[in-house]
């Protein structure tokens, strides 16, 4: 991602908030009233600031999708010049925001979306609008994933037979709900460093491990795939536990799926992190692959996502704006940069955020 390709929009003083309403729509309802609308606020605050200090935060999709419809975003930099910045190869939206030394960081974005449930209807062709650019951009390796080397052999082996596009799709969504597992002392999401994970056959991890897993097998055999970094900020309509925000603070409830795109279908939704999740996590835990809440769902999440979900966008290898610091591999938490360096931004000792988000 290039720095020209970014939108730069005007400094916000302390007392009120700026709508860059060239980056997104302003604030609508959809006419359609099959879509949900929501208001998803995060609140940023460096607890030890050191020189100059500097905070990233992820918004919606900046392109709009069968599934969700970005209504705007508005935010307050207090003490601080605010900034917007896109590139819409990639669907990624952010606020920055830069503090002189001395200042108390701190940042509140408010944005809001429609989403609606997304299903693709596999046994029939249903049109395709991808351009020749965007399927190859969706077809390159990534630092974290290659389609080379026990990649490609890992696909080609697992597609071994397989006929067209579709099934080449299916086979590697039932490899992946097959052999991998959830483990739930993977430090937030994952990383999504694939080749790792099949040179060790240590294939556990969290969505950011499992769907890239997924995504840099479907490359490799020649599909384009993508993943869709994101949070929830719903409860699961469908009786799934595991498979919602189980309250309005959505802080730790970041989610990664993922998308492929199939020949006369389009951009397909799947997720089998979640079928392993579900697995895991669903009452009493630890349920077998035949248990019907497991059949249930892995049918389900091939094809189809419930929209109880923000996406933020499909990069990888995210240069932030501003930054002295190397790309960070995908942008789905929000992220910070002192003069110590960049932080961790899943230790709330030194920063310090919450996410919140409610149906309106």
Known sequence: MHRRDF???????????????????????????????????????VLKPAGTTRVWVPTPLTVDTPYQKSLG?????????????????????????????????????????ATRDVAVDLSKPEGDTASRAELERFLAPTKLLPTDGIVAATAKDITKGARSDVDKARAIYEWICDNTFRDPKTRGCGTGDIRYMLESRNLSGKCADLNSLYVGLARAAGLPAR??????????????????????????????????HLSGHGWVPVDPADVRKVVLEEPPGNLALDDAKVTKARARLFGSWEMNWLAYNFAHDV??????????????????????????????????????AREI
Not at 84 to 104: F, I, M, P, T, Y
Not at 229 to 249: C, I, N, P, Q, W
């Open 7 to 45: 939108l730069r929009f005007a400094g916000l003083s302390s007392t009120g908030l700026l709508l860059p309403a060239t980056a997104t729509r302003a604030f609508a309802q959809s006419p359609t009233d099959r879509w949900r609308t929501f208001e998803v606020t995060t609140r940023v605050e």
């Open 319 to 356: 240069k932030l704006p501003g930054s002295s610091g190397a790309p960070v591999p995908f942008l789905m938490y929000p992220q910070c940069e002192t003069a110590d360096g960049r932080l961790d931004s899943l230790d709330p000792d030194n920063f310090r955020y919450k996410i919140t």
């Open 227 to 260: 993943d869709v970094y994101g949070v929830r900020v719903a409860k699961s309509a469908y009786g799934y536990k595991s498979l919602g925000a189980g309250t309005e603070v959505i802080s730790k409830a970041q989610h990664c799926r993922a998308e492929v």
């Open 73 to 113: 975003t508005v935010f307050n930099a207090e003490g601080a010049e605010g900034r917007v910045a896109s590139d819409a190869h990639w669907g990624l939206g952010l606020v920055w925001a830069e503090w002189a030394q001395g200042a108390k960081p701190a940042i509140t974005i408010v944005s809001r979306f």
